[in-house]
């Protein structure tokens, strides 16, 4: 939904609050409300039915994302991705959006949720993806991100457009290193497009050329859940949905919970009666049955050890390929920045000569002598612009590559 | 340790590195190591008595902060903060160093430990500092992050340069929402500079002009710390720098700890025996006693609840001043932008209608034509790439100043 270019955007929006208003969710996770008054609308709207929500403010546009709950939200937290594609690539806007992750802290039924949502960096073309390496950094950092803020929930919820299909690495990346599940996979009962697709070619918004290698459309928007270690909480069950058991009675001072994925489903294309669809992506709606259990459950990391080494060292290996890469950018944009700067300090030179009465007469005419001083202003603003960007990747893409050794070493290290 | 700009900066690291050996430390918290070279020179000579150790890579220059410790390092995660000054500030460097707050977690006897290490903004001018509502955003996001990473950890240790002096209200935000406490307040035996003052006038390296006002000098580098709530882990004493105590037999499966700061001491202007100092700030030194003891201790958040709704409602009301101001600039810049633009429109048309012959000769001379044109080719770049920059500036600030405000309605809706 983006201002002034978004086709119909006003009366999708208006779509959207009224279909969220009449299915009464318990939670609703939006990205791309590039527009904050498209939040207030939806905001004002909504206020009977999901009197909490909050909008997480990031970057030149905005991060886009926002959450309208049933329940109380209890505490927030944004964490904006250190790689974001590039500030000049206009035509990929993706930079301007300080795409990032948002936590939001619930408590319901007396059990903890930690709901994340978030939206990665776009694929613009998959046989050259000159953005893999910032899209796994991005998983990489959602992952640890997680990981670190989780330990007190006792369930944790992350929806988005991920904008990985569900074989990428990255997304074995974030499953393996979090132990998310993935609803689609899990759920009990499916209805929606094929393969629980939610990039369709039936969707008038989306560009069907891209989806020529899919026919059936592409899987990259995603609801993941898991249940983390021990707690000691009231007992409480709930549905993401709906509450469907009651409550049973508080045996244990320490237990867990399950999650299973009762229902998953999604939009088809059109709005139900209309005739344009909601957005360019299909929603994705999941009924969560939440349930105490006796002992702990399992380790979900601990069984997926092996295979978590060898996603890990393919994530490691992409990204080092993207660290060369911003390493030779980095060196070409500093080479040019340097040789604008001796360009430069020639002309100045020459430029004195002449004042000096050093040569005859001046050896070009002004005009071009002006033209070509302000060029090379120009070049070696922008070299310098581009060399202290490619800085930043580099150092990002280092400090990721290095984690995810450390953490390969560790894997290595365990029985 | 700037390079080339810093005074005598490789004697300095080699002299840090011979005291650290000697020492013998348990955890060392370092920042301002910008160049990542001095950090390896650092890493090999310490590889004997601090095995494990960090470096935190961020922003253009780095965020200068690595950690070394004789214990293992079981994870990491870095935190750039959404504010960090402004990058046409060259004369104060913070924006391209990618401020931030790094994570370790490690497991010492038994015991699990958040360990942040930190370097909010420097204070440039104490009667009108313009960085201040960055500095606060900083340690609003710094105290936020703390608390939603540390809810697993049985002990949280912060360390660094926070550059606010011990009664301002970043200082007192952040001791206020995360419950630390201040080494140097709680230690029973001190030993160092008066005051715990850690930029001193007796040190060469200081600007004697800034000191003026405070002639025994300043506060501005903390050991804070605490334990947090209930956990159940294994039994373990220890000290940060000795452990003090045998372990005691395990009694209870839910309990908690107590840490108590021994003794504090900082550096005293010189290096013993050199005739320069480590650094121009004082190093702090802590000696930390951490006992696990039958009961959870008493919540600190709870008691000081009036206490810190004062302080979040004073700093978002300094967020606010900061919020109007980069509104303002947002604005003027934006204004400029569409000024450079109609200014370049107009020349546009002039040139056009000369070259279609509408006009019968060229009003302006070709030089001067030329130059404006460039001008405001500037102008037009500059004034854009400002006003981006507010736009994040803006949004950042607004999204704190909205997160204070759900803060103290919680804070208020408590009994």
Redesign the interface.
């Known amino acids: 939904a983006i201002r002034y270019l978004s086709k119909r955007r006003q009366q999708r929006v208006r779509l959207i609050g009224d279909t969220l208003r009449q299915e009464g969710f318990d939670l609703v996770l939006l990205q791309e409300v590039w527009s904050e008054q498209d939040y207030g609308e939806l905001k004002g709207k909504l206020a009977g039915c999901y009197p909490f929500s909050h909008y997480?403010?990031?970057?030149?546009i905005?991060s886009g994302l926002c959450v309208f709950s049933r329940f109380p939200?209890?505490?927030?937290?944004?964490?904006?991705y250190?790689l974001n594609g590039y500030p000049y690539m206009l035509q990929h806007g993706d930079w301007?959006c300080?795409k990032s992750v948002g936590?939001v802290?619930m408590k319901i039924s007396g059990i903890i949720f930690n709901v994340y949502v978030t939206h990665l960096h776009a694929e613009y073309c998959r046989d050259k993806d000159a953005y893999l390496p910032h899209r796994l950094v991005q998983a990489w950092e959602l992952a640890?991100?997680i990981?670190?803020?989780s330990?007190?929930a006792d369930v944790v919820l992350l929806g988005g457009d991920l904008n990985m299909h569900p074989e990428d690495v990255g997304i074995r990346l974030l499953r393996g290193w979090t132990g998310l599940q993935d609803a689609f996979a899990e759920a009990t009962h499916f209805e929606g497009c094929k393969n629980g697709c939610t990039l369709v070619p039936d969707n008038c918004f989306t560009d069907k050329s891209e989806l020529l290698p899919f026919p059936l459309g592409i899987r990259i928007d995603y609801i993941l859940y898991k249940v983390t270690g021990?707690s000691?909480h009231q007992l409480g069950v709930l549905g993401v949905r709906h509450c469907c058991d009651p409550p049973c009675p508080l045996t244990q001072a320490?237990s867990s919970f399950t999650v299973k994925c009762e229902e998953l489903k999604t939009t088809t294309g059109r709005a139900p009666g209309m005739d344009i669809p909601f957005s360019d992506h299909e929603a994705v709606m999941a009924t969560l049955h939440i349930q105490r259990q006796g002992q702990p459950a399992g380790a979900t990391l601990g069984t997926a050890d092996p295979a978590l080494a060898d996603v890990v060292t393919e994530a490691r290996a992409e990204v080092g390929v993207g660290l060369r890469a911003a390493r030779r950018q980095r060196y070409s944009s500093g080479r040019m920045a340097v040789l604008a700067l001796l360009l430069l300090l020639l002309q100045a030179a020459a430029a004195l000569g002449t004042l000096a009465g050093l040569g005859a007469e001046q050896p070009f005419p002004?005009?071009s002598f002006?033209?070509l001083a302000?060029l090379a202003i120009g070049v070696l603003?922008l070299a310098t612009g581009l060399h202290?960007f490619h800085?930043?990747e580099v150092?990002?893409l280092?400090?990721t590559e290095e984690?995810m050794w450390?953490v390969l070493r560790?894997l290595q290290e365990r029985p």
Chains 1, 2 share one sequence.
């Open positions: 997480f403010r990031s970057g030149v905005g939200i209890l505490d927030t937290l944004l964490y904006q250190s301007f300080g936590l802290v640890q991100f990981r670190h803020t330990k007190a021990v000691a320490i002004k005009l002006c033209l302000f603003v202290l800085t930043m150092k990002m280092h400090g984690q450390m560790a």
